[in-house]
């Protein structure tokens, strides 16, 4: 049974009223754990819209476990603005913040120590207390569109960001503790963020709850859970932005389908994950272009290049035409790059994973 | 030899000056005749400059027989406007006036008829004379740039004016009456137009000398070539904006270096040309999206698509997620599509050749 | 008695749907001419909104003599796109198109010839159904809400299209044989227009009666009224874009009220006319900038200059700071000025009225 | 004397170099302070340009005491990317970060404590190196541009960054022990703010001292000057973007000649400060627009509002015109406001002044 709701975010000068589509699929076992699924937070980034198209369509047929919400569309100003072709879709076009900057610890002060599941229960409802309060007051739209998002994550073990990034290869962000859980989705790719809050969506989940449980634990907290079995929250990037495929839309579905297996809120057995890579978020580097021209992304995304092999060449035209190279500082494999070939010094030229784990 | 000089084009607010490379290959054999090729003057569509950097390769190994003159970076103003990481090239982003709707017809009056060599240089000292009368006045940037270039061509037997579209296979622009040679660029979509004048650099070529046949034909003037040996221009479409490709640089110089062979500019003989497909300009269907969404392109650019047969999809959010096709009204060729999966109602979602002549 | 209905004119990637107020308000008198009144098809100028509003309540108040359509918010797409602080309103931000270019010219072909009122009433209906197929077509959404707006004025004798420009004075475009009833709208600065079809919607009245009175004039048609009760189109540039003043509303409301007594859609006896000023379109200069650098506007926009005098002093910083002065080169009313103190070299400074007549 | 050198700040696509004009005038008095001025880092925010050419003239005619350095058009990239006719000026259109967040804290470690003269030298001496070789990062050009501007205020006693807001009335942010000197700038609204540094150019150089400042005093530092001898930055902001009066310069240029007076930097004796109104940083409130529409802004700028009072009317179209207020929530005075009438719900409507005091 899938309803459907529509959460109002904003009116605009014209008049129109802009809203969000929010799937609730209840789920067949009352005991199972809740995901929560979002998609487009960055107006361009529109690959997670098909992949809860088919994840609707896979609910369709076989229900989940557990409930799943599942919310396309998630941020419909930033859809609408466009600039020639493209969409503006990753900052605010009037203010500059990143969309996706915007979410909120919320402080929860629990005095009690009831059991684990009780617990987890006051503290959600403090969190949903703390959020609407803040709704109260006189809020950016992009504040009170993330804390209107991040109140409906409310309740949900797994809160899912899909996301796509500039021209990239697919992958993933994850809290440490998470990693052996984080390779169910099938993205050979793995960032691995600790607890440190920057506004993200994912990140106002995880680093709420593992705060929380580093306090329980300094306090002798009888009923601690495994950390991998806190509320948690991952980025997915699927691909390039401003584009969508039906086809691979039902690959990435497979892939969130296998984690919500492996965490019974989906029937049945989870293939076990591939191998892949892991990278620290600090060794997640940005090479900024030394070259000002135009770019030729030679390296293959996703795949590793030795220290010393090119990256990119960049053309220039001086006393003649010269290819400007940029070569690897470091073993490292290219994860995404700029969305244009035309590049001003300075700007970020493409992202490497350095110091990778295999896993 | 390669002769390089700097045309300043624009004063900016800061103080900067922005000027643009022109390079000058003096060809072997005085007799031959002379090429004008200009690449980016949409500043967003780049593989032009990776020709012409090519080219430039090619000729410092063999230099032409005719004169050559390659502009790369043909409006640096356009190039180096950013919004996202995308370039605002195609229009002004003050005005929204198209870069390449600017050129100018010079009219040109001839009272003598010598024979048509000497004519063609008398017309072509008119043209440039009207054209620097011109530049005298109040102008637009826009149309102060268009004028700077058209001047660089005067003298040049054959303008080519190297351009990029959206998403898109590569294809050509050329006169009707240059089919035949056109296709010697080996690019096997060609659109075939008319004598119309609408501000491109190519038509400001092509109809000049048209228009100037027509009349020489009417008043029976006696030393009339045959209208394939007229000045003229095209306008070739390297495939997708935003994106360079060294490697396919190397195949796009290939076809234009067969073009210039052809024409006796190179030396050696041409390599026949491949079958193709040729569209009238009137034949060449804009299709506006019905549908609000996000698109899956699922067509194949440059491959017939039957009456019937799916062109794009695009996904929507209502009850629950549905995919609304779009379908070939008639028989016809996807050549480019929007550069985003993001689509409005009414936008263009893509551009199709229909009544395709196979050659 | 006002009416509203909302005509759906978009939808958007996101799923929203746009429309567009229309009020309609009855006059008293059934033989009253009728008027059509729209604002803000351009979305940043929005002045002309505040007008309507001005207008609504007058009507509420004391309703008109004849029919009156009041349509502001005429283009929400527009309204709602935003760059910065600002609205992208005066072109598609997709493909560069102003939007008061996309109006077309309904060809009628009247075979009989009864008296006026009748033969107006049918060419009235042949526009209707013109515009009606033209909408079936597949069009861009800029052509496609153009033709919307465009069928809402057929029937009505006049058509005032509210407009606002840059940083300028209030002016106002007329057909050159009504420029004794514009006068009336107490604007004392007025461009006078000949029968030119450029796409406007003014035009787009203009054009097609005032070419058609020609045809019957040339036909000796015996009932031919005088020219100037022709439907007839007004183009009013209420101040700059991006502002909007409710007390000036009063005032601008006052004027068109003013107008609609002379033309008996008001009761009561209309104003004289203030004197003003009446330029020719030919003689409505730009002046692009051949400075680039910071702008003071140092002329009075709507007081005239004469010949030498400064219009203008741009900042450059050289050795040393200078300002560099732009002066009329023959005696002017410079009427509107560039959004911004920051300008390029051969951007448009400024606009000025020349050779004006006092009238 | 006045020496002009050219900072070369960033390479674009296109081939151009961007660079800034660094005017240096030597003062009469070695011994004086030194003052470092700089404009137009947010590219849009063009008065301060008019300030520093009125400043040159000043100082041509009667050399300073003390070196001033004068640095207009501090952001080249900034001023000269467009859309429609205004400027991209605030944040980088391609990552929307703010351009004036970018500066850094420089660490210093001093171990040995000289008298303050001595020790001010050496800290320069090391904040210098530090941000020298910060410069040999890979690093965003709004970082590097941020460090190479920050390595010239190095050396300066105080640091002017001129800046300009929305629409706004002139005010001025000052470190909170600074009010009294501040007050010589002339400008009747003040900012007073904290040690907290966030990234802006003032607060670089307040923040950096007046922490160092502290761990002097907690470690008993005998020759440790009062703070006000601190160096210190400030940030002017000098009304509404996008505009520049040469009139109104001389204005702004003679309230910062006032402030250099009293400091010794220009000779003669410094006018007493007006009357004014203090604000400290976290009592300037944003208010976000509740209503969607057009703005009507009437408050007065720099002017108070008691409780309950009128600050803004949004006009909107339901089943009729309607003006929603806006109320000032409590006695404030209204400082800036959104630079246009369209405002979409959630949007920045105006900033306040609450809690002032009157100095």
Redesign the interface.
């Known amino acids: 049974m899938?309803a459907?709701k529509r959460l109002p975010v904003?009116?605009?000068?014209?008049?129109?009223?802009?809203?969000i589509?929010v799937?609730t699929i209840k789920g067949c076992n009352p005991h199972a754990k809740r995901a929560y699924i979002q998609s487009s937070m960055h107006?361009?980034e529109?690959q997670g819209?098909?992949v809860?198209?088919a994840l609707?369509?896979v609910f369709?047929q076989t229900p989940p476990e557990g409930d799943v919400v599942l919310v396309?569309?998630a941020n419909?100003?930033a859809?609408?603005?466009?600039?020639?072709?493209?969409?503006?879709?990753?900052?605010?076009?009037?203010?500059?913040?990143?969309w996706n900057r915007n979410y909120w610890l919320p402080t929860t002060r629990v005095t009690q120590r009831p059991a684990w599941k009780t617990l987890q229960r006051k503290v959600w409802a403090q969190m949903a207390s703390a959020i609407r309060a803040r709704l109260e007051d006189?809020?950016?739209?992009?504040e009170?569109l993330a804390l209107k998002l991040q109140l409906l994550t409310v309740g949900a073990d797994y809160v899912i960001d899909l996301h796509c990034a500039?021209i990239s290869a697919r992958h993933l962000y994850a809290p440490q503790y998470a990693e052996a859980c984080a390779r169910y989705f099938q993205i050979p790719l793995m960032l691995s963020i600790p607890n440190d809050f920057g506004g993200a969506m994912d990140e106002s989940v995880s680093c709420a709850w593992w705060t929380f449980w580093h306090e329980l634990q300094a306090q002798g907290y009888p009923d601690l859970p495994p950390r991998r079995e806190l509320p948690q929250g991952y980025t997915l990037e699927l691909g390039g932005h401003?584009?969508?495929?039906?086809d691979a839309a039902k690959r990435d579905a497979a892939g969130v389908v296998n984690f919500l297996r492996h965490k019974g809120i989906v029937a049945g057995r989870a293939q076990k994950p591939k191998s892949g890579f892991v990278c620290s978020l600090q060794d997640y580097k940005?090479?900024?272009s030394?070259?000002?021209?135009?770019?030729?992304f030679?390296a293959t995304l996703g795949s590793c290049v030795a220290k010393g092999g090119l990256l990119a060449?960049t053309?220039?035209?001086?006393?003649?035409?010269s290819?400007q190279p940029t070569l690897a500082e470091e073993s490292c494999i290219p994860v995404l790059h700029?969305?244009?070939?035309?590049?001003?010094?300075?700007?970020?030229l493409m992202k490497v994973f350095t110091k990778v784990r295999k896993v």
Do not use: M
Not at 315 to 321: D, E, P, V
Not at 338 to 348: D, N, P, R
């Open positions: 899938c459907l904003r009116s605009l000068a014209s008049g129109a009223k802009l809203d589509p799937y107006g361009s529109v819209n098909a809860i198209a609707l369509e369709e396309p569309n419909p100003f859809i609408n603005q466009k600039s020639a072709e493209y969409t503006l879709g990753r900052f605010d076009p009037t203010t500059g913040e990143n006189n809020l950016s739209f992009g009170r500039n401003e584009v969508i495929s039906r940005t090479i900024y030394r070259h000002a021209g135009h770019v030729d030679t060449q053309l220039q035209f001086g006393r003649t035409a290819w700029h969305s244009s070939a035309v590049i001003h010094e300075g700007s970020e």
